[in-house]
């Protein structure tokens, strides 16, 4: 009897990931899936934070994914490795700040350590060719598998009869017959292979499951490299971008205003490691201050900060600055009139 081979399957969380590793399932192959944690997932983060989310599902999609396969997911974090990927692209940037080309060479190449470390065969991922202009187009294809290292081990089982035979296809241990000839933006026929697989519930199927593919963040995070003057980021540095309003008054301090009382309480985690301002006469936002500022930009930030509050039409509005040395102030302010607030201001 020959030994079963086995896959490690790239599963995001998406549609195209969970087909591609039921077809290589019902070919009679071991998958086993991976997942890459970057700290740039959308699924998760502000739904479970913000309440007008609450009625969105809050699972992990790559772990729901695997729970439908039947198969075990490693979930691997690699924040600090990708780090260089975002920064330094060698194929450069998408429409905003996505590195496609060189994020999908990285995962590629990281499956292929993990398949050699742990005795698998080959590797699928769920690309359908010409669906994404900067990673999936017919000529970029053959560039993840080169600079990936992964080269003939490299199966993408929903566009496989649109691209030359693979080792794990010439070898026999998947039939090329069974797989797929997929291209095109169009899911038509992914959301009909899921029916017949009796799959339903997916993710959204042209969803996409990366902040930077999101126009908004990305200028955060643009706006985050410019203030700093240089191109770094920590863990708690992209988190914050996904939550409040974020405001630039002037070039040497952001506020961070929270939207909803989930981000308020959100933010609360934060108190230790920037100064803050706090509406103590109405309800309102708790606001982050990223930056230096002195007694005269306290008050002028607290008005801004007012305006989003409950006080936002009184006449004054009592205000708690608390500064990073953990010296507290009140003072009463009037709140900015929304005339004076400048859209150039809005990150």
């Not at 080269?151 to 035979?165: H, S, T, V, Y």
């Amino acid at each position: 009897m020959s030994t079963q081979k086995k896959a490690v399957a790239l599963i995001s969380g998406g549609l195209d990931s969970l087909l591609a590793a039921r077809l290589m399932l019902d070919q009679g192959i071991h998958v086993e899936g991976i997942n890459f944690y970057t700290g740039f997932c959308v699924e998760g983060h502000t739904h479970a934070i913000r309440k007008k989310d609450k009625a969105k599902p809050k699972r992990n999609n790559a772990l729901w994914s695997a729970e439908q396969l039947g198969i075990k997911l490693h979930i691997i974090d690699i924040i600090e490795e990708y780090k260089d990927v975002l920064i330094n692209p060698k194929h450069g940037y998408g429409a905003n700040m996505n590195p496609c080309l060189d994020c999908k060479i990285f995962m590629v190449h990281k499956a292929k350590q993990w398949m050699d470390e742990n005795g698998f065969d080959f590797i699928i991922t769920g690309e359908v060719m010409g669906q994404r202009p900067m990673s999936q187009r017919k000529d970029l294809l053959p560039v993840v598998v080169r600079e990936s290292g992964a080269d003939d081990r490299l199966l993408r089982p929903l566009c496989a009869k649109n691209l030359g035979a693979t080792l794990p296809e010439r070898e026999g241990w998947v039939n090329r017959e069974q797989l797929k000839d997929f291209s095109g933006r169009n899911r038509k026929p992914q959301m009909a292979l899921a029916a017949q697989f009796g799959f339903e519930d997916y993710a959204t199927p042209a969803g996409g499951c990366c902040f930077l593919t999101d126009k908004n963040y990305s200028n955060k995070l643009v706006d985050l490299w410019q203030a700093r003057n240089k191109k770094d980021y920590e863990l708690d540095d992209i988190m914050l971008l996904k939550v409040g309003r974020h405001l630039r008054p002037e070039p040497h301090y952001k506020l961070i205003v929270s939207r909803e009382d989930g981000e308020n309480k959100f933010l609360q985690g934060y108190k230790k490691q920037f100064a803050t301002i706090e509406i103590k006469s109405h309800n309102g936002p708790l606001t982050l201050v990223d930056g230096e500022l002195s007694d005269e930009e306290f008050r002028f930030a607290s008005r801004i900060a007012a305006r989003f509050s409950q006080g936002r039409d009184a006449d004054n509005v009592t205000v708690k600055v608390t500064r990073k040395d953990g010296e507290e102030q009140l003072f009463d302010i009037a709140p900015m009139p929304v005339s004076e607030i400048k859209q150039e201001w809005y990150i």
